[in-house]
């Protein structure tokens, strides 16, 4: 099981950026994916998580209605639409799932929102 984040960067504040999570290794389609975050020297922060088809998500408070979480299975890709980005929203950005009863997560990727 394999993630590759990408689309991290520096935006200004009010700003938008759309991470991507390439997975490989396993029936992608089956399993529901998840974003989390984290600060140095914080626990890793639930941001996001889709079922595995789609047609469920929920969103952590901080981030409800400025991000969007979806996913294209045929793809085996993960996305992150983050909007009106807030300087609290610079942190590192993690793919992860929960396969086969195991934790996979990517390498993250940082996104600083900095003016």
């Known amino acids: 099981v394999q993630f590759v984040e990408s689309g991290g960067g520096l935006v200004q504040p009010g700003g938008s950026l759309r991470l991507s999570c390439a997975a490989s290794?396993?029936?992608?389609?089956?399993?529901?994916m998840r974003w989390y975050r984290q600060c140095a020297g914080k626990e890793r922060e639930l941001v996001a998580h889709?079922?595995?088809?789609?047609?469920?998500?929920n969103y952590a408070d901080s981030v409800k209605g400025r991000f969007t979480i979806s996913r294209d299975n045929a793809k085996k890709m993960v996305y992150l639409q983050m909007n009106s980005l807030k300087p609290e929203d610079t942190v590192v950005y993690y793919c992860?799932?929960?396969?086969?009863?195991?934790?996979?997560w990517g390498q993250g990727t940082q996104v600083t929102v900095s003016s």
């Open positions: 992860h799932a929960i396969v086969m009863s195991r934790d996979y």
């Open positions: 290794g396993f029936t992608f389609s089956s399993y529901g």
């Open positions: 889709i079922n595995s088809d789609g047609g469920y998500t």
